[in-house]
């Protein structure tokens, strides 16, 4: 059944930039409260300011919490005060918009001898992949996640191709599509979905700090069949539609929102 999300409470991890600040700013327009996480420099607050007040321009409530989202600090601090904000009706809609990690080769490359370390390796895969089943956990053990709640999990092309210095970043996605069909079996009695969208090639600032982005973008555009990259309007819709009903019978899948550019 379709229903609304107008005064539920949205939260996004990764809200100040990208998918989850176009996220953010939709979800707004529908009406739902935001709860942001983001990680920046006080150089981007602004920016971050900014946003806040368009998003309470909406007319919703809105709290923006700079920290470290992969942190288990994190949240212990901000899952009480999710359920202070929230109260009997939890966290209607949750996106993983994380995109934190390292872009070095797994060996030396000519003119750069520089690699991933275990450590780099080990926090790529926490922040991007494996810090989903944390907060997950964290809302579910907290009474947040109420039956007809949503998840959903950013991924990309990379969870199955390889391109340079992606490596550390594509075994994040990949464990990432993994939590996702564990997640959604484990949260089925529960009546909550959990999702992964891959979006196609999209300038974000995530995207911009791959080497070679340039080329891959010219590439994107011109096979696109739309003829066009995808941009973060485009993943931000998709939310806002795939929020817009209480069943959770669509799960545990990773869905393609490129404009047909996978197919070519």
Known sequence: MLTSVKGSWCLILGASSGMGRATALAMAKDGANIFGVHFGTAAQQEEVDELVEELRATGVQVSFHNCNAASKQTRAELVPL????TGPGGVRVLLHSLAFGSLLPFLP?????DVITPRQMDMTVDVMGHSLVYWVRDLYVAGLLPRGAK???LTSRGDG???????AVSAAKSALAS???QLAVELAPSGVSVNA???GLTLTPALLRIPGSDGLAEHASKSNPHGRLTVPEDVAEAVVMLSATDSSWMTGNVIDVDGGEGLV
Request: proline share 4%.
């Open 82 to 85: 999710l359920a202070e904000l």
């Open 109 to 113: 490359q000519h003119g750069q001898e």
């Open 151 to 153: 998840v959903f999990a």
């Open 161 to 167: 191709r390889v391109m340079p210095s992606y490596g």
């Open 179 to 181: 939590h996702v069909r």
């Open 197 to 199: 969208l891959r979006a």
